[in-house]
């Protein structure tokens, strides 16, 4: 589950290194600051490349603005579907050809997808892009949907429903509980719905949402000319469709749970309304105040009792190493989710999820001193996350698609600096005045754990 959270979504810098040669007349890299350049085709196409200090390995994205919030009618599941099929049959190359081309060459291609976007992204060594781009593309964007490889994946699809952590399954339910709309939509394809899904539902959810204005496409160590070149080929019209329309979801407050047995590790969702990324001045205050909460134990060893506490959220958890908190923020187009994620054994369960409700109840508590340490924590994850070009190719082509425009890490430091304490206050206190309208879920020991409305009235 790729979600919209920084530093993930919004400041990526390349890594440093040095590319082995000079293949296909392709310029050297000149080790000076990154570079960012970006154009609009007429059809609506985004694209950018970032020119990197010196890279091993590059990366392409091609994403659409076609979650799983889009999914409608016979089409809910369908971009469960997408991802598992994502390394099938294209129009112009077998899947048996393209996934032994890659792995001959040390290339990946790989699809994550949210309630938000889709991504196909290939990450390859540079000297080899201009060959293997069009495997991208035939995944992307030219698919066959044979109804014998759709058969092949419904078992895939099966496992996987297996196969969910209890910490990524308490996220899905959560935003289920949350949203009345499209985001309540699962990122998973449901067990009576893996049968009866069609190929036809699946090149309609295609046709209908993976429009040229709602895509994007970034790189990370390709010339902008190949990048370029590439977003040509997806769609040949040069005119712009007409404007997609959108159904807008309603936060609501409510509580659901999945079982998992009596005695068994308990996780803890609550969450209130967010914002989206239409303001990233203030994603970046939500952001902030995740990181002064705590976003959990920092580990110092090898073993999960090696870990020193985040403050102010690290301290509840005492003495006992099977406890933790940390706090979330999750952002779509318009709205999002800001919460408190804890788990801990079923003997515990309902302490802590009381801890969880009236931290939440009182985040606009936070002093100037703990922004200030969660603004140094924010930046040092930013900073350590930000050597990766699928991560940094996957962000650049997130903030095309949100009108965001962050070339470097250097930009984001200065944004967040540039944030007063006290506007970053009043957005605590706003979330801390939400919480009667806290929306709970629970994966665990569920007898063990109060009801929503035990927990409002402890607030």
């Not at 890279?55 to 016979?74: L, N, P, V, W």
């Not at 010339?223 to 936060?251: G, N, Q, V, W, Y």
């Not at 959990?296 to 959220?313: F, I, R």
């Not at 009182?362 to 340490?373: A, S, T, Y």
């Amino acid at each position: 589950m790729k979600l919209l959270t920084l530093p993930r979504a919004f400041s990526r810098r390349i890594s440093t290194g040095k590319v082995i040669d000079n293949v296909c007349g392709w310029p050297k890299p000149d080790y000076g600051p990154m570079e960012v350049q970006r154009s609009e085709l007429m059809n609506g196409i985004r694209v950018a490349a970032a020119k990197p200090m010196g890279s091993y390995m590059a990366a392409c994205t091609i994403m659409f603005q076609a979650g799983s919030r889009y999914e409608i009618d016979d089409q809910i599941g369908a971009t469960h579907f997408l991802r598992a099929i994502s390394s099938c049959t294209g129009c112009a190359y077998t899947a048996f050809a393209k996934n032994r081309h890659l792995q001959q060459n040390g290339a990946s291609l790989t699809c994550t997808s949210d309630r938000q976007s889709i991504s196909y992204t290939l990450r390859c060594p540079p000297t080899v892009y201009p060959e293997l781009k069009y495997y991208l593309l035939d995944a992307a964007t030219r698919c066959c949907f044979l109804n014998w490889e759709i058969d092949d994946r419904r078992a895939l699809i099966r496992e996987d429903l297996h196969r969910i952590p209890p910490e990524q399954r308490l996220m899905d339910i959560l935003q289920s509980v949350m949203w009345c709309g499209p985001l309540s939509n699962s990122m998973f394809c449901v067990e009576e719905r893996i049968d009866s899904m069609t190929a036809d539902a699946l090149d309609c959810f295609v046709k209908t949402n993976f429009r040229t204005d709602c895509c994007s496409v970034a790189s990370v160590g390709v010339p902008f000319e190949e990048t370029l070149k590439l977003a040509e080929k997806i769609e040949a019209r040069r005119e712009r469709p007409a404007p997609r329309c959108h159904m807008l979801s309603c936060a609501r407050k409510g509580f659901e749970y999945y079982d998992l047995g009596r005695c068994s590790d308990t996780y803890i969702a609550l969450g209130v309304p967010g914002c989206g990324t239409c303001d990233i001045t203030n994603l970046l205050k939500h952001a902030i105040i995740a990181a002064a909460c705590g976003v959990g134990p920092l580990a110092m060893g090898q073993h999960s009792t090696d870990n020193t506490p985040q403050p102010p959220l690290g301290m509840m958890v005492g003495g006992d190493p099977h406890t933790f908190y940390k706090a979330f923020n999750i952002s779509y187009a318009e709205t999002g989710i800001f919460g408190i994620v804890a788990k801990s054994r079923a003997s515990v369960a309902r302490m802590v999820t009381q801890g969880a409700a009236e931290f939440l109840a009182n985040v606009g508590e936070l002093n100037f001193k703990q922004i200030d340490i969660g603004k140094k924590r924010l930046k040092v994850n930013m900073c350590l996350n930000d050597n990766n070009c699928v991560n940094s190719s996957e962000s650049l082509a997130l903030q095309l698609a949100n009108s965001v425009q962050l070339d470097n890490c250097a930009c984001t430091l200065g944004l967040i600096e540039s944030i007063s304490n006290d506007e970053i206050c009043c957005t605590a206190r706003r979330l801390s005045h939400l919480s009667p309208c806290t929306a709970v879920a629970v994966v665990g020991d569920i007898g063990e754990v109060p009801h929503d409305q035990f927990l409002v009235h402890r607030i």
